[in-house]
């Protein structure tokens, strides 16, 4: 494979996907330097929040092609409880980091997320559907978005934008403001109990297969606005018996729930874009997934993995069809 950009910045680097991602590039060829806000010192990192640039500088005057820009306040909960630093980093600091890219003509990749559809859309259309967020984490993605469109029609920016929907990773970090994927595993390897929302649905996108489209974007010669997610949208219900039933956890435990405000009970992302323009498509199934991170939880708990055949707990699951929801399928 030969590559038109050589080098690459991450803004974000030491995040879930950010650590990820950097590894995919270097391992694929790229020039790579590093940023975040963690602190830390060497070679080709440097620490930066993007909400002071000036400290981006060095980052920049090395002259890279192509910018992923993943730094972000990330998370519901988090950015209503902390609004004002949501509203300064995803808009105020994106901004700031557009204005480099243009000023050193480097390309961004901004990623944005799913949750800037809200929950009016059945599908979640990167080509037609209008963006209606229902929480100040989707809406501060959405105007980020929107400052990236006005550089590119206005001031020539390049740019792709990306909506990842439901990554999640073995070597994530866990806590209750994580996604459900590693509580569930992380709190029943525990005992703790979890909660399911009646009714919920999601397609769970593997970090290593999302990295591959995340590169992909950086390579794209056009503007645009892409999907990023796994085809299969799977019942929330069945994702947590898939995470008991391997762990060996007790049934209990699982505990089914109304769907809080500010959420979306389905998320069905159209992914025609991501196959047609970036030639993505995931290879990591659901039951492979869910298996590297129930195996992560246990070897962190002293726990023994289980053996082979215990893999066949992770049966297979039909996906909902891609025109209506089956509710009773769905336990609604």
Partial sequence: MRLDAKRVLVIGSEGNIGRVLTRHLKAVGYEVAESDIKPGWRDGYFMADINHPLDLLPAFEWKPDVVFLLAALVGRMTSEQAASLAIATNIAGINNVLQLCKRHQAKCVFFSSS???????????????????????GLSKLLGEQLVEYEVYSCGLKAVILRPCMLYHEDEDTGDHRSAMIRFAANLVAGEPIEVHAGSARGWLHADDAA??????GRLEHYATINLGHPDVVPMIQVAEMVRAYVGADPSLIKVSSLPHGMTLIKRPTLDRQHALLG??????????VRRVCDRQLRDAGRAI???H??????PIASIGKSRVDTEALGA
């Fill in 306 to 308: 289980p053996t082979p």
């Fill in 280 to 289: 993505f498509e995931p290879r990591v199934s659901l039951a492979e997934g």
């Fill in 212 to 217: 591959r489209g995340i590169e992909a974007a």
């Fill in 310 to 315: 215990a893999a066949d707990l992770l049966r």
């Fill in 115 to 137: 949750e800037v559809y809200g929950p009016q859309s059945d599908l979640m259309n990167d080509a037609v559907t209008l963006p209606r967020p229902n929480n100040r984490y």
